[in-house]
């Protein structure tokens, strides 16, 4: 099988134990590489054939045919190339992990036309145009840091996103709340679309889907927790979501935490750090999966961003502070 920016070309025999099947199915079986649905595309269009002959998806196989795609991958969408730097934690020929900063929005949509990370990705690597989203398997919210994979082939996208339905790529994250936290814990409910405000999400009783997290407490002070947090599933939102329902909405976070609330005798410093930290203070800060070829794990991390660390600097000065005040 060889696949390239422009082409796709793979062969593949029926063995006798799927006789009877579905053309399809057995093509599913057959090529792991790429979707069911985009296997059926191709047979639809003529690209995947049997024999030499165009099929149909329900037709059935004998057991003995030759399989053979030839496809042209096709452009995901209305895209183009804009030069925006981007932070590459790691690459190779399968996928990339960059570092994406704060205000960055992941991909184009009514409001936000270009200057996202999918126009600097097809800056750095033309083909990316050819896959689904430009290779963006996953995503970060605008003012969400931290790491992010995207494939560069359509093997790797279709394996990638395969592992983030299966749960088999590690995420964590670390984030700071308001309130002290006692201890860790895990926070498992449904989540879907607020009832009242539709592009906001909530925690429902019905209509949503499951959401897990995990989290352990980093740090503790005097009105605030630094926490680390793992994701077990990728809900719309889900942090943000699950620590506002738990009483403890994310530092910054104006839609989901409310209104600023400020502690009771804030230093002019804790209060003017809080009211210009203008975004959900929230990292991806590591990231293991399985590499899609050579099968090995891989471990990415990324180191809190200026701003995280600053703000954590002005919680631990403050918590010195108060109890200093308190002993004297």
């Known amino acids: 099988m060889t696949e390239t920016a422009k082409n796709i070309h793979l062969a593949v025999t029926v063995p006798e134990g799927l006789k009877g099947s579905r053309l399809d199915q057995a093509a599913s079986v057959l090529i792991t590489d790429y979707s069911r649905s985009r296997l059926q595309h191709w047979i639809r269009e003529g690209a ?18 030759l399989l053979a795609v030839d496809a042209l991958p096709e452009p995901g969408g209305d895209w183009f190339a804009q030069d925006i730097p981007l932070d590459i934690v790691y690459e190779d020929q399968a996928l990339l992990v ?19 990370l999918l126009n600097a990705l097809l800056n750095h690597c033309s083909s990316l145009v050819d896959l689904p989203r430009a290779g963006i398997v996953h995503r970060l919210d605008k003012d969400t840091t931290g790491l992010m994979v995207v494939a560069k082939t359509l093997q790797a996208h279709h394996f990638l996103v395969d592992q ?53 407490v980093l740090q503790r002070f005097d009105a605030h927790s630094h926490i680390r947090v793992k994701l077990e599933t990728g809900r719309t939102h889900q942090i943000r979501v699950h620590m506002a329902h738990a009483g403890h909405p994310l530092v910054g976070d104006s839609v989901y935490g409310g209104r600023l609330k400020l502690p009771r005798a804030s230093s002019a410093a804790l209060v003017a750090e809080l009211r210009g930290f203008s975004r959900q203070a929230l990292h991806a800060a590591e990231l293991i999966l399985e590499h899609p070829v050579s099968g090995q794990p891989l471990c990415c991390r990324a180191p809190l961003p200026e701003d995280f660390l600053g703000l954590l600097r002005v919680l631990g000065e403050e918590q010195v502070s108060s109890r200093v005040t308190t002993r004297g």
Do not use: C
Request: hydrophobic share 35%; aromatic share 4%.
């Open 48 to 65: 995947l054939t049997v024999d030499g002959k165009k099929w149909r998806p329900r037709d059935k196989l004998a057991g003995g045919e």
């Open 98 to 116: 960059i570092d994406k900063p704060a205000g960055l929005v992941v991909h184009p949509a009514a409001g936000n036309p270009a200057g996202t």
């Open 164 to 216: 983030l339905q299966r749960r088999l790529i590690s995420r964590e994250y670390e984030a700071v709340v308001q309130g002290v936290l006692t201890g860790g814990g895990t926070i498992s409910t449904d989540i879907g679309r607020h009832p009242k405000a539709r592009t906001k999400m909530a925690v429902v009783i019905r209509g949503g889907k499951p959401a897990v997290t995990h989290f352990r």
